[in-house]
Nanobody
Framework: QVQLVESGGGLVQAGGSLRLSCAAS????????IAWFRQAPGKGRDFVAR????????YYADSVKSRFTISKDNSKNTVYLQMDSLKPEDTAVYYC???????????????WGQGTQVTVSS
C-alpha cells in the first residue's frame, strides 16, 4: 500500500505563507507523479500543482501560478508545496496525491493523503 503523509497546514493571514509537505512511503512507477489538489467547503476537488520524481517537471493551475512553488527531495521521498501571497480563496483542505501519469482529474488518481486544512483569513 502506498502511503502519503501530509503536514504543514494551518491558519494564516492573507498575504502570508505556508509550506506543505508530503512524505511518500515509496517511489515507484505507479507513483511517478506527485500532485497537490484542494477542496474548498462545498466545492469539488481541484488540481493545484504537480511534479515528476524523475526529471522534476512541474505544472501549476492558473489560479496559483507565480504564488505557489512545488518542489521535491528525492532522498527523503518528500514533496513540498510552498504557498506565498496566500488569499482567502486559497482556503481549502489540501490533498497530496500520487499517480503513474500526469493528470488534473481527481478520479484518475489512485493514491491520496488524508488532507491538511489550510485557512487564510482576511
Amino acid at each position: 500500500q502506498v502511503q502519503l503523509v501530509e503536514s504543514g497546514g494551518g491558519l494564516v493571514q492573507a498575504g502570508g505563507s505556508l509550506r506543505l509537505s508530503c512524505a511518500a512511503s515509496t517511489r515507484t512507477f505507479s507513483t511517478s507523479i506527485i500532485a497537490w489538489f484542494r477542496q474548498a467547503p462545498g466545492k469539488g476537488r481541484d488540481f493545484v500543482a504537480r511534479i515528476a520524481w524523475g526529471g522534476g517537471s512541474t505544472y501549476y493551475a492558473d489560479s496559483v501560478k507565480s504564488r505557489f512553488t512545488i518542489s521535491k527531495d528525492n532522498s527523503k521521498n518528500t514533496v513540498y508545496l510552498q504557498m506565498d501571497s496566500l488569499k482567502p480563496e486559497d482556503t481549502a483542505v489540501y490533498y497530496c496525491a500520487a499517480s503513474a501519469r500526469a493528470t488534473v482529474v481527481p478520479s484518475d488518481v489512485p493514491y491520496w493523503g488524508q488532507g491538511t486544512q489550510v485557512t487564510v483569513s482576511s
